[in-house]
């Protein structure tokens, strides 16, 4: 059974810094994991993802911005948060890639991932 837990979020002003961290048990090997958020009236996006390779993809609207990363020794899933914008507030959820045939494919599509934290608050205000 895949577990997965995000940290606690928060509130920043326009132009701040966040970091959000993700705890990840079970089957994770193999598997590509991910950050979506989801805003006020608006369907989930996905924001950055990694695989088990190291590569990584992220959304347009945060390239150069935020910072996917994975300390694989304790299971934990990062997402460093620069120069946010209010545009940025939303729940943030940490998900695990589906895996097929041994493949989890690196894209950011909310169909590709089969578990998922609970999710986590982040205002941006400005």
């Known amino acids: 059974q895949v577990q997965l837990a995000e940290s606690w979020g928060g509130s920043v002003q326009a132009g701040g810094s966040l970091t959000l961290s993700c705890s990840a048990s079970?089957?994770?090997?193999?598997?590509?994991l991910g950050w979506f958020r989801q805003a006020p009236g608006k369907e989930r996006e996905g924001v950055a993802a990694l695989d088990s390779l190291g590569s990584l993809r992220y959304a347009d609207s945060v390239k150069g911005r935020f910072t996917i990363s994975q300390d694989n020794a304790k299971n934990i899933l990062y997402l460093q948060m620069n120069s946010l914008k209010p545009e940025d507030t939303g729940i943030y959820y940490c998900?695990?890639?589906?895996?097929?045939?041994?493949?989890?494919?690196?894209?950011?599509?909310?169909?590709?991932?089969?578990?998922w934290g609970q999710g986590t608050q982040v205002t941006v205000s400005s």
């Open positions: 998900a695990r890639g589906k895996v097929y045939a041994g493949i989890s494919y690196l894209r950011l599509v909310s169909a590709d991932f089969d578990y």
């Open positions: 079970g089957l994770i090997n193999n598997a590509c």
